[in-house]
Every structure is written in structure tokens, then in C-alpha cells.
Nanobody, 114 residues
Framework: VRLVESGGGLVQAGGSLRLSCAAS????????MSWYRQAPGKEREVVAQ????????DYPDSVKGRFTISRDNAKDTVYLQMNALKPEDTAVYYC????????WGQGTQVTVSS
């Protein structure tokens, strides 16, 4: 399994970013993909999930309506579109698969300035 996140950066509050996660080493289209984030001093938390197959999505209330997860099974890639960003969204963002839930990539840093 390999997951490579990209697309992070520094953005002002209210701005947008699109994260990408390129996956390899497993049958991508069959498995749930998730985005997590971890802020300094805090536990890692899930911010979006998309199932394999038909792609049912789920979000916690903290990002619902602002974040959108999607997947391109032809490219083995999952995306996270983040709009209306807030300073509290600042964190390292990771993708994860339930094919190998203990595997974590290097993550991508998102910093939202006020």
C-alpha cells in the first residue's frame, strides 16, 4: 500500500484548497477512502469518508457543507475540496484506506491564516 498526499499550503481564512491522494498497491475502487487531520497537540480526526463502489460520503458536522470528498477510480486518486477555510482547519491532512487502516502516508500541511 502507498498513499501520497499533496495540495496543502498556506491560505487565508475564507479561501479554498484541493488536496489529492494518489493510491497504489491495492484495488482502490473497492475500498473506503478517508481524509483525516491532526492539529498540533490534538488527536487525529476524520474529516471525510467515501465508500468504494457507489461512493457514499460522510462528514462530521465541523466540516459539513464546506468540505467535499470525491474519488477518481480510473486514476486511483481521492480528493478533498476544502472551501470557506477557517484557522481551526489548520492541521496536517492524511488520507487513509480501510484496506490497510494502520498505514499512514506523510500527510500534507494545511495552514489557514486569520
Amino acid at each position: 500500500v502507498r498513499l501520497v498526499e499533496s495540495g496543502g499550503g498556506l491560505v487565508q481564512a475564507g479561501g479554498s484548497l484541493r488536496l489529492s491522494c494518489a493510491a497504489s498497491g491495492f484495488a482502490f475502487d473497492r475500498f473506503t477512502m478517508s481524509w483525516y487531520r491532526q492539529a498540533p497537540g490534538k488527536e487525529r480526526e476524520v474529516v471525510a469518508q467515501i465508500s468504494g463502489g457507489v461512493g457514499v460520503t460522510d462528514y462530521p458536522d465541523s466540516v459539513k457543507g464546506r468540505f467535499t470528498i470525491s474519488r477518481d477510480n480510473a486514476k486511483d486518486t481521492v480528493y478533498l475540496q476544502m472551501n470557506a477555510l477557517k484557522p481551526e482547519d489548520t492541521a496536517v491532512y492524511y488520507c487513509n484506506t480501510n484496506f490497510s487502516p494502520s498505514y499512514w502516508g506523510q500527510g500534507t500541511q494545511v495552514t489557514v491564516s486569520s
